[in-house]
């Protein structure tokens, strides 16, 4: 992780996974975002962050798979799909699946006090989970997250610029003394995968936006932060698009994100 003043010279950053890397352009960069990225940043609506876990060896899956994809054509929802590893044991493993989503969801069960993990999952901003294909709950969830008050979200911007991308973080007062990671996500718009085994045998079944990586890309502690990346940087690992979130240290709240088409 890295913090604004680590940010002057050239740098990559591998993620999670060890797929991706990140190339941040040798620029002086200021403590505070001012200008143009500064009205961008503080005119970006949040779009509430729905992640599913979800599998290919859970029958009870494909229609809160279907339900992401609506969401995903949503502009004030960044919908993400993180198929998880621990139904691979029923006969079909998922073809999609990484260790690392698994890591994810399991810290989302311990903070929200849950006793174990299940598909399919949405979390909801980090804050609340549903059952992924109660759709009225989902809806619910969303509309009770678009409610929340600005001292509980921090405007992110992630716009491209040339050959560059400029992300920005806006500043918020009213937070207090919170310290959280900026996130790069790297994920495929659409996979299709025929499985073979399972509870899903002989269907084919698409999925929306699959997480492949995470990269951490920086601190945020209360103060403005802006940097600018080398877009052949973000276009590297082969996905589709990448998106920016927000997040509170130890997995919390998700407080800002967005979304870069590529």
Same mark, same amino acid.
């Given at each position: 992780?890295?913090?604004?003043? @680590? ?6 950053? =591998? %993620?999670?996974?060890? +797929? #991706? ?5 040798? !620029? /002086? ?97 980090? @804050? ?6 109660? =759709? %009225?709950?989902?809806? +619910? #969830? ?5 409610? !929340? /008050? ?113």
């Amino acid at each position: 992780m890295l913090t604004t003043m @680590m940010m002057s010279r050239r740098t990559i950053l =591998r %993620g999670l996974g060890g +797929g #991706a890397a990140l190339t941040l352009l040798p !620029r /002086p960069l200021a403590a505070a975002v001012s200008g143009p990225a500064a009205s961008a940043a503080e005119s970006t609506a949040m779009p509430v962050v729905v992640e599913l876990f979800t599998s290919q060896g859970c029958s009870s899956c494909p229609p809160a798979d279907a339900l992401l994809h609506e969401l995903a054509e949503r502009p004030d929802v960044l919908a993400l799909s993180l198929p998880v590893d621990y139904w691979d044991y029923l006969g079909w493993k998922d073809t999609l699946a990484s260790p690392s989503n698994t890591r994810r969801q399991k810290t989302y069960a311990a903070n929200m006090g849950a006793r174990t993990v299940y598909t399919p999952q949405m979390v909801i901003n980090g @804050m609340e989970d549903v059952v992924g294909s109660r =759709r %009225g709950e989902v809806t +619910g #969830a969303i509309e009770a997250q678009q409610s !929340r /008050p600005p001292s509980e979200v921090v405007p992110v911007s992630l716009t491209q610029d040339g050959n560059s991308v400029q992300i920005s973080v806006g500043a918020n007062p009213l937070i207090g003394n919170v310290e959280a990671t900026l996130w790069m996500v790297y994920f495929e718009d659409q996979a299709t995968v025929e499985i073979k085994r399972g509870e899903n045998r002989g269907r084919e079944l698409s999925y929306t936006n699959v997480v492949r990586d995470m990269v951490p890309i920086g601190m945020w502690k209360g103060e403005p932060l802006h940097m600018e990346v080398a877009m052949e940087s973000l276009a590297s690992p082969g996905y589709d698009g990448c998106a920016l979130i927000l997040q509170t240290d130890g997995q919390g709240p998700i407080l800002g994100a967005a979304k870069l088409d590529m």
